[in-house]
């Protein structure tokens, strides 16, 4: 048994509150992680809100990054010491993973929002009763997570791992939505609805690409002055100018790639008309279960795409590398998002990213 503090939530809409709890010994197919560093991520604090019935109470966090402690006897991906980011799992057996999309598995969502193991238990206990301590089979705001074999990824020991827990979520599906899912070419257009983490990454993957009109849209003036920092060639105040009109006139008859994070069905509808004829709309925004959104069969008609994008299609122990090596080339920085709190701070992180005061929280472990 392991003895480990955990942000736990109690209630949904309820605070993160830091207590003890106690965690198994890792299993033959599991890996216990000393955490070192968790981002905060939108999707923690809707299933807090319970957008989706994971059960509470709970233990959230599924952008960890850590040193392994112990391995299971069948663990063969890392050994003790060895540096870890905390991804997504997949079942790896469904015929979605077998075609290396994993981010598609049928088993997706009871996976990692279940709060159990397959076979229905939990690797934490508080107050003497098991909660929910798999979220994301990892669980990782706490000061240890049990995960499974299949979402942990080894990555360098000469990359500051309390940079690289975003990695795991938000910042794979933002710049995943870009590299692996659009992949627009060098000298085209996309406009990107939200300039959150997710949002910021996908422009920074736009920019490494050679996108030349990058537009980012927000309501956010503070987060639209990051996105002309990091590489926007042009920002849209949401407040005070339509979008669709905006990109129109900024480029002309509109883009060729469109981006929506915010989840919101008339963002989602603009990010769509602001398209020119056969671009392409990638949805990455979380939406509750149910919401529904109308589009024009017209504006379709003209080769117009939808596409949803989940963890940026990434296959997680390729693209997480692949995202580092960026970053120390300096063609990626995805630490400009960051901004660091102790654990012990875990509700006002929360607190300052819903209030668009910060773009990306990471908790950092002693």
Request: hydrophobic residues 40%.
């Amino acid at each position: 048994m392991v003895i480990a503090q955990a942000a736990v939530v109690e209630r949904p809409h309820g605070p993160f509150v830091v207590e003890e709890v106690e965690l198994e010994e890792p299993r033959e197919d599991e890996v216990l992680v000393r955490i070192v560093s968790a981002g905060i991520c939108h999707t923690d604090l809707i299933v807090r809100d319970q957008w989706y019935p994971v059960p509470l109470p709970a233990v959230l966090g599924h952008e960890g990054a850590g040193v392994v402690e112990r391995v299971g006897a069948r663990v063969r991906k890392v050994a003790p010491g060895d540096h870890v980011v905390l991804t997504f799992r997949s079942c790896g057996e469904c015929h979605h993973c077998l075609r290396g999309k994993p981010a598609y598995c049928v088993q997706l969502f009871p996976l990692n929002f279940g709060g159990r193991r397959p076979d229905g238990t939990s690797p934490i206990r508080w107050r003497g009763q098991p909660i929910t301590g798999m979220f994301f089979a990892q669980s990782s705001f706490a000061t240890y997570a049990v995960a499974h074999e299949r979402n942990v990824v080894k990555v360098p020991k000469d990359v500051p791992l309390e940079l690289l827990g975003p990695l795991g979520c938000g910042v794979q599906t933002g710049a995943g939505a870009v590299f692996n899912s659009l992949r627009p070419p060098a000298g085209s257009s996309i406009a990107i609805f939200g300039t959150g983490s997710v949002g910021l990454s996908a422009l920074l993957a736009a920019r490494a690409v050679g996108c030349t009109t990058i537009i980012g849209v927000d309501i956010n003036p503070g987060r639209l002055e990051v996105a002309r920092e990091l590489g926007a060639t042009h920002v849209i105040d949401a407040r005070t100018s339509d979008p669709v009109e905006e990109i129109r006139r900024i480029t002309g008859y509109g883009v060729q790639y469109s981006i929506e994070t915010t989840a919101n069905p008339k963002v989602f509808r603009q990010a769509v008309d602001c398209l020119d004829q056969l671009g392409v709309c990638g949805l990455i925004g979380a939406a509750p279960l149910g919401a529904e959104v109308a589009l024009d069969m017209g504006t379709m008609l003209f080769g117009r795409m939808v596409r949803g994008i989940i963890e940026g299609d990434s296959v997680p122990e390729l693209f997480i590398p692949e995202m580092i090596a960026l970053y120390q080339q300096g063609k990626f920085p995805f630490d400009r998002l960051i901004t660091f709190y102790p654990f012990a701070a875990i509700q006002q992180a929360a607190e300052d990213s819903e209030a668009g005061r910060v773009v990306k929280p990471v908790l950092r472990f002693d």
